[in-house]
């Protein structure tokens, strides 16, 4: 019954509106008039379609449409001269169904490379706006019409209700980083719409025992996970992972359970609004530094023959800049594509309550046309400033493959934030037992202030993280002293070098039981100081209960059980995700460790560093054992809260000599690494006498101590 309320509403709404908005002529046997110039992409009204395009360059827009699925197009309609307004071009065709078509422009344009303009008028063009992209609906299949990507004209009705945004202040997140498909595809996984939006959603009731409050999905952007298949050892190997682009405003068909013609993100929509019910927030990972294209040798699928010298970075003679190692560089400051990119940011804010995105090799987004840094770069301006996107997280990863690297530098107006690459970094050296770590890795913990001033940063810049998508796992991290990419078919040269792992003494799978609980141990304290850390912690899916790649830091192309996440190991190693859980549960009851507080009311200053004595410590290449404390207001303001967060990574026990308290207060030990599998969290905690307190640290442990009243 309401189904048909609403279409009879509908129906209701295309009479009205066709009465005031006729058409003027036929063109090809459509009926046709100029469109809305101002509302790019194809968009849907009562009685028609109306489509809008634009290029600087562009001589003549054609629109061509498409049977679902046909190789060649039934109708192809010319933009006529008068509906063009400056460089748009804009056309109403009356009469489409939406459910019955696909389209795609032909654009004519002169041809002269060493200017970078290579039209070419044989070739169909995805619109840069499209809102769903039509051309390889199952993943891992090519179409059997050939790789010809197409757009769909989608209907904007998902009805949000009373769903409401978390808003989750920075210093509050806990994200937890995974890839949409390799969340649920596994057989393990148990959920009805395995690799699936669907299917993620299944799994909101483990996220929620877990704890964090905030996901940051792999890519999502149509991709086309076909673009570089190849067959290594008998295995495909695709473009898993997701980083080449086809399209910035449509989600990935393939992620759907559903067949979602024209309709297509309502699955994606029902994920972010279930999501919201249950307090976590989403983050996309966005990738705004290159596409799919490639460089000279690469495709025609939109941008390049919409507009190659304006929408990539181009070096004298036409060639492409590659900044991000992957054949082009987009070219983010060019007012025009400004524009789209904060369009698109705007669109997912608007049409799918996205909470934050964390943008790729984002230094990119800071370059001049010509490929330099800039001081102030207009685009990360206007996104720092735009008051659509003004409650969105903004978290760059301040690289880029060009070798610009800005972790602490990053332009940011107090918006953005910025994966910290040092805190990564400098944990794991000081971790594994590097010489000279231990004041840097003090500095990290204590929230990274050498290198983000609170007074030009804010007191959220910093998303820590230890492990994430590009590179090795935490249980690898401590099982292996180098890369094992072999799988990938490169003879292991591609992935990072220098991954700061150790194998604690066996390379691989092993069956010693003292290196696996020594492996045990340290993945214990990489995850107990990340989550007792200032700043935003990150954790990378599967680390809470030991998945592996294998040895493998960049199974970027590994869509199997490689990097599947297996939940057989969710009971095999559930004494890890015990502890995740409660060192969450640690870091949410005390907001000292996630921000400055206030003043304490006795006068310690809100976060000091020690070594085996307090207020003291040694910046010597030897020195393996360090303290931060943390002093502030509790929850509710009527006290001090202070906590000791003590780190050794020596091979030998340590006696470390612990700060006075004032009179009152004494140390209790809450959590140590060192402790009995399940025994390592006290409760109630374990009284340490006196207040010039000691505690003797076993090797390679970390222990949290919290001053509680006598």
């Known amino acids: 019954m309401e189904k048909m309320e609403n279409r009879a509403n509908y129906d209701n709404l295309i009479e009205l509106y066709t009465k005031t908005l006729q058409p003027i002529e036929e063109i090809n046997g459509f009926k046709v008039r100029p469109g809305f110039f101002d509302e790019n992409g194809a968009v849907v009204i009562p009685g028609g379609v109306s489509f809008t395009v634009h290029s600087r360059n562009a001589t003549s827009f054609k629109l061509a449409l498409f049977k679902r699925e046909a190789a060649e197009p039934y109708a192809i309609i010319p933009f006529p001269d008068n509906y063009r307004v400056g460089d748009v071009y804009s056309m109403i065709v009356f009469g489409l169904d939406i459910d019955d078509f696909e ?31 039509a051309g390889q609906r199952r993943w891992g299949m090519k179409p059997h019409y050939g790789m010809q990507y197409r757009g769909r004209a989608v209907a904007s009705d998902f009805d949000w209700a009373d769903s409401r945004q978390p808003h989750i202040p920075m210093e509050n997140l806990v994200i937890y980083e995974l890839h949409v498909r390799g969340f649920t595809i596994h057989d393990s996984s148990g959920v009805k719409n395995p690799g699936t939006f669907a299917g993620l959603a299944e799994k909101i009731p483990y996220l929620l025992e877990l704890g964090v409050n905030a996901v940051e999905l792999m890519p999502i952007f149509e991709f086309d996970e076909m673009r570089d298949l190849r067959t290594v050892g008998g295995k495909k190997l695709l473009d898993y992972w997701g980083y080449n682009p086809i399209c910035f405003f449509a989600p990935n068909t393939s992620y759907s359970a559903e067949l979602e013609y024209n309709r297509e993100g309502c699955e994606l929509k029902k994920l972010i609004k279930k999501l919201h019910e249950n307090g976590i927030e989403v983050i996309l990972d966005v990738v705004f530094n290159h596409t799919a294209e490639g460089g000279e040798k690469g495709p025609f699928i939109s941008l390049k023959g919409f507009d190659n010298s304006v929408y990539y970075m181009l070096a004298p003679g036409g060639k492409y800049y590659d900044f991000s190692g992957c054949g082009n560089t987009l070219n983010c400051n060019h007012p025009i594509v400004q524009r789209m990119i904060l369009d698109c940011l705007r669109y997912w804010v608007i049409e799918y309550r996205v909470d934050g995105f964390r943008f790729d090799l984002a230094s990119i987004l800071g370059r001049n046309e010509d490929g330099t840094p800039m001081g102030n770069p207009p685009l990360l301006q206007n996104l720092a400033f735009d008051p659509i996107l003004a409650n969105v997280k903004l978290i760059a990863e301040a690289w880029d493959a060009g070798g610009l690297y800005q972790v602490g530098t990053f332009p940011s107006w107090n918006r953005w934030s910025e994966w910290n690459g040092r805190y990564r ?60 990419n072999e799988e990938n078919g490169w003879d292991n040269t591609d992935g990072e070098d220098y991954n700061n792992s150790w194998n604690c003494g066996a390379e691989g799978e092993t069956v010693d039981e003292e290196v696996l609980e020594l492996r045990k141990r340290m993945m214990k304290n990489a995850l107990a100081v990340l989550l007792s850390s200032r700043g935003t912690p990150m954790l990378l899916v599967g680390d809470e209960f030991k998945r592996t790649q294998r040895g493998n830091n960049n199974a970027y192309c590994q869509d199997n059980e490689i990097s599947w996440l297996n939940w057989n190991l969710l009971q095999e190693n559930g004494e890890m995700f015990q502890f995740v859980k409660n060192m969450i549960k640690l870091r949410k009851k005390h907001p000292v460790l996630r921000l400055c507080t206030g003043a304490a009311y006795c006068g310690l200053p809100h976060v000091s560093k020690h070594g085996v004595n307090p207020w003291y410590l040694d910046g010597g290449k030897e020195t393996r054992v360090i303290g931060v404390m943390f002093a502030g207001r509790n929850q509710d303001d009527s006290a001090d809260e202070i906590i000791y967060v003590a780190v050794n990574s020596h091979w030998e026990n340590q006696t470390v000599v612990l700060p006075g308290l004032p009179k009152g207060m004494e140390w209790r030990l809450a959590v140590n690494t060192a402790g009995a599998a399940g025994e390592e969290f006290m409760e109630p905690s374990e009284k340490l006498p006196g207040t010039d307190s000691k505690i003797e640290m076993e090797p390679r442990s970390v222990a949290v101590l919290i001053a509680e009243l006598l």
């Open 103 to 133: 389209y795609a422009y032909i654009v004519d344009g002169p041809y002269e490379p060493e200017r970078g303009l290579i039209f070419d008028n044989s070739k169909y063009l995805l619109d840069p706006y499209a809102r769903a992209v």
């Open 425 to 484: 970094d400098d944990i794991r050296r000081f971790l594994k037992g590097d010489s000279g770590m231990a004041f840097a890795a003090a500095e990290r913990i204590g929230g990274s202030l050498d290198i983000y001033d609170p007074k030009h940063r804010g007191l959220s810049a910093s998303v820590n993280f230890i492990t994430c998508h590009d590179g090795f796992t935490l249980n690898d991290l401590y099982s292996y002293n180098s890369k094992h």
